[in-house]
Nanobody, 126 residues
Framework: QVQLVQSGGGSVRFGGSLRLSCSAS????????IGWFRQVPGKSHEAVAL????????DYVDSVKGRFTISRDNANNVVYLQMNNLKPEDTGKYYC???????????????????WGRGTQVTVSS
């Protein structure tokens, strides 16, 4: 059974850092595309970052490039999202997502992912 358990998050001030973790079970993170999305109340899920299966690279939404880093620990089956220089607009509930093969290759679409974590809140104050 595929399961994604998230940890990390919390409240920080502008310019601070946080690290989110996504611990997977039921599959190997090395063989799935793993994404991070965020959502604020009243809005749809926004893609943040993707780490592609095998060694096929990473993608980031423009607003987080240079500040966020997605990485994978294959030995421990965990994916991380390191978030630096956080801004108030980064506030939201962050979700870890996974899929063995993005059907349409549109990593920014939440509909591409079959598996979701429960989400963790990130709040950045100014």
């Amino acid at each position: 059974q595929v399961q994604l358990v998230q940890s990390g998050g919390g409240s920080v001030r502008f310019g601070g850092s946080l690290r989110l973790s996504c611990s997977a079970s039921g599959f190997s993170v090395e063989t799935y595309d793993i994404g991070w999305f965020r959502q604020v109340p009243g809005k749809s899920h926004e893609a943040v970052a993707l780490i592609r299966r095998r060694a096929s690279g990473t993608d980031y939404v423009d607003s987080v490039k240079g500040r966020f880093t997605i990485s994978r620990d294959n030995a421990n089956n965990v994916v991380y999202l390191q978030m630096n220089n956080l801004k108030p607009e980064d506030t939201g509930k962050y979700y870890c997502t996974a899929d063995p093969n993005l059907r349409y290759g549109v990593w920014t679409s939440p509909f591409e992912y079959d598996h979701w974590g429960r989400g963790t809140q990130v709040t950045v104050s100014s």
